[in-house]
């Protein structure tokens, strides 16, 4: 069975402005043959060195994604390469390569003319068996007609938009080691993964992911990262090697708690143990370390939980109290982003709120199928105001939902209180009753609708009839 492939991340690239770009280097340079038409391949010539003349959106594709890798100077491909791909397409499209000659390699590859049309052709289909990517389409019948087989081969991208059918596709090849040096590469080809990147360039303590280092790891939030990524993005700092050794020989005086032999009854322990007055939460932020997550819990009066979970299975190994460990998540975590991952104050809503406003995106028409509407809203009216203090004060108490639900917390929600305290949380945009506490740790609300009928605006369509 073929496996559908489900690419990085949408984005239709047909007209990618080199202004958009932050940071971005120099375009490539174009000459008046090629401008007029998508070329086989981008001349080899320094970048810059010649007067930009017409540029075609293809070329602005390449010069888009090539300013987006870092430390890598691409050239045209070999000719042989170039042609083994065209070979395996059936000679159905003109074909751009790249190359850094140490292990990466892209091809655009535009559907020729005289390409064959099919008349039965319903829909794209693209997928991987036995890790072999295959091209082709689902007929009226919605039966799979494979076209192309494409061995060794990845799909990064569809530079000239999702919704172009056989049209423009972008492949890759690339070995781990080369990947492993530049870990840009495979976001550089997507609107939402460049975002991504000028989100992790934006703060320099953030590092790209690598399976089997060590880091301190929190859920964040925010404008930016709303574009690319609909629930909390799980940001990574890299720990050195002097402070792995300084983090084992503080986890040596631990604490651990006797008789958790599950999760369930971790998370009972802390409930019991916090009380009613201020319950013990996670904070957001973990420790990844020699195969074990040490996941930070706490409260002003316990500050220092820790479970303890086999990174590999996720099973529970232990509950352990180290205020130590704890604190240095604290710390690097505000070093990063300028946020304290301090403690929920479950009695937060207890002071009367003075105003609260809400940023929700909502498809207005009936079949969903438009761009969404960014539908604003600020209410100071005393008796809404005091239905959501209600509504929130109940979620804080009730206690955190494990974990993210794969729910798109998209609509940001910002309190300001009488005394001049503010939060912000963000709420899921589906039928999902929850939201991300300062974009990092999950409750439920209750009912949509009784949040819709507090923003009767903003969330109009979510009322219930």
Known sequence: ??????????????????????????????????????????????????????????????????????????????????????????????????????????????????????????????????????????????????????????????????????????????????????????????????????????????????????????????????????????????????????????LETSKTEEGIGSFQEAMTFMRKRGGTKDGIYSTGSSLLLDGHRYKSFGSSEFPGYLMVLDEETGDLLSLEYNEDICRFLREKVKAAVGLDYGYVDSGWFKTPLKSASIAFPEYMGISGAEEAQLRTQTIEDRTKLDALEKLMDQALNNGEVYGFSACPYVAPVDFVREDGETLRIFVATDSCDSMAYEGRISFEYGRQADLAAIFDEAMVKRLEE
């Not at 689902?138 to 799979?144: K, L, M």
């Open 1 to 250: 069975m073929i496996k559908s492939l489900n690419l990085f991340v949408p984005a239709v690239l047909a007209a990618v402005m080199l202004s958009t770009v932050s940071c971005a280097k120099a375009p490539i340079s174009i000459d008046s043959e090629s401008a007029s038409s998508f070329p086989a391949a981008v001349p080899d010539m320094p970048l810059g060195t010649e007067p930009v003349q017409t540029v075609s959106p293809l070329e602005e594709y390449l010069s888009v994604v090539e300013s987006y890798i870092d430390d890598v100077i691409f050239q045209t491909a070999d000719e042989e390469d170039v042609r083994q791909l065209s070979d395996k397409l059936q000679g159905h499209y003109e074909i751009t390569g790249r190359t850094d000659g140490g292990g990466l390699e892209y091809y655009v590859a535009v559907r020729r003319e005289d390409a064959p049309v099919y008349d039965d052709y319903d829909s794209l289909n693209v997928g991987e068996l036995d890790a072999q990517l295959y091209v082709g389409y689902y007929d009226q019948n919605s039966d799979p007609v494979v076209l192309y087989e494409l061995g060794g081969y990845s799909l990064l991208d569809m530079p000239f938009g999702y919704d172009t059918g056989l049209d423009s596709f972008c492949f890759g090849k690339y070995d781990d080691d080369a990947l492993t040096e530049n870990p840009s590469f495979l976001y550089a080809f997507s609107q939402s993964g460049r975002d991504t990147l000028d989100f992790l360039k934006s703060r320099p303590e953030l590092s790209f992911y690598q399976e089997g280092q060590s880091y301190v790891q929190f859920y964040y939030q925010d404008e930016s990262t709303i574009k690319f990524y609909s629930e909390p993005y799980t940001c990574s700092i890299a720990l050195t090697g002097a402070e792995q050794e300084e983090l084992r020989q503080k």
